[in-house]
């Protein structure tokens, strides 16, 4: 009767292997948003390979893979949000935030510059140090 059931789950799985290749397949490369589309598929994949290995036994690899799967869907779903998808995010790449002037510890990049350029001239350089800065964003 277990031999019944586990090739039941196992002709599922196939089943819905065959099912999300072909949607897979026939997404047009031309689809705005293909990235969220394909993620959207192979989610479908992904429940197969669940179901075909709890019908192998493998009930402890299973778990993992349905608490894993969803993580690193929405990891690549966020990371093509916030770097790739440049239609979208337009107005984020381009706003620049205001450095408030008065502030003890975080000024304009153009005054950073234009003190180091008039400071240059007037300091002696060590060649055995050197001094870089970097430019950190808060919205990552």
Not at 100 to 123: C, G, R, Y
Request: charged share 25%; aromatic share 8%.
């Amino acid at each position: 009767m277990i031999e019944y059931i586990q090739s039941a789950l196992l002709i599922i799985a196939a089943f819905l292997m065959i099912v999300s290749a072909i949607g897979l397949l026939s997404l047009s490369k031309d689809t705005k948003h293909i990235v969220y589309a394909r993620i959207h598929i192979v989610g479908l994949f992904d429940i197969a390979c669940i179901i075909a290995m709890i019908g192998l036994g493998q009930y402890l690899l299973a778990g993992i893979y349905f608490i894993l799967a969803p993580f690193t869907a929405h990891a690549i779903a966020n990371a093509y949000w916030k770097k790739e998808d440049k239609e979208i995010n337009v107005d984020l790449m381009t706003v620049e935030e205001e450095v408030d002037e008065n502030h003890p510890f975080i000024h304009p990049k153009a005054k950073i510059q234009a003190l180091e350029s008039e400071n240059s001239e007037k300091l002696k350089v060590d060649e055995r140090f050197s001094v870089t800065t970097i430019e950190i964003d808060e919205g990552e």
